[in-house]
């Protein structure tokens, strides 16, 4: 009977947890238009960072279904909040040129460490996931920005 009535009291709690949903991440502005002006970005760059960045790293998140599931949603919100925090593109194009350069590094090392996109969103957004000649096109145009 004790076990019945565990069960009963976690379906209710899931339910109502339900109800408590994380803030989107959404702006009126679709990509970090200022960024991809600034940077003169190429259509090919704009299409590997639309589909392997800006999900975690701009003020605009296309949200899968599952995220409408809690605990999903917020998991997934503390992992944008923690990405934009160590970048966000909307931002980029504000910084001061060392600290711009500083970002451009660290995200170039990143790409080729393997490191982002994490391992965690690729296994749920298998279109993401960078080839090799991906991640060296985004290496190339963020080392050249570097020198500019």
């Known amino acids: 009977m004790k076990k019945k009535k565990l069960i009963w009291i976690l379906i209710i709690l899931l339910a109502a947890i339900q109800f408590i949903r994380p803030e989107q991440n959404t702006s009126v502005q679709p990509l970090p238009q200022s960024f991809i002006d600034t940077f003169q970005v190429t259509d090919k760059v704009k299409t590997l960072l639309t589909t392997s960045c800006f999900d975690c790293h701009s003020n605009n998140t296309r949200y899968p279904w599952y995220t409408h599931i809690q605990p999903v949603g917020w998991i997934l919100a503390s992992h944008i909040r923690e990405g ?64 500019e």
């Open 84 to 147: 934009k925090e160590k970048l966000n593109f909307n931002e980029v194009a504000s910084l001061s040129p060392r600290r711009r350069n500083s970002k451009f590094k660290s995200i170039t090392e990143q790409i080729e460490n393997g490191e982002m996109p994490l391992k965690s969103y690729l296994q749920m957004h298998k279109d993401v996931k960078l080839s090799e000649r991906d991640k060296n096109i985004l290496i190339h145009f963020f080392q050249s920005k570097m020198k």
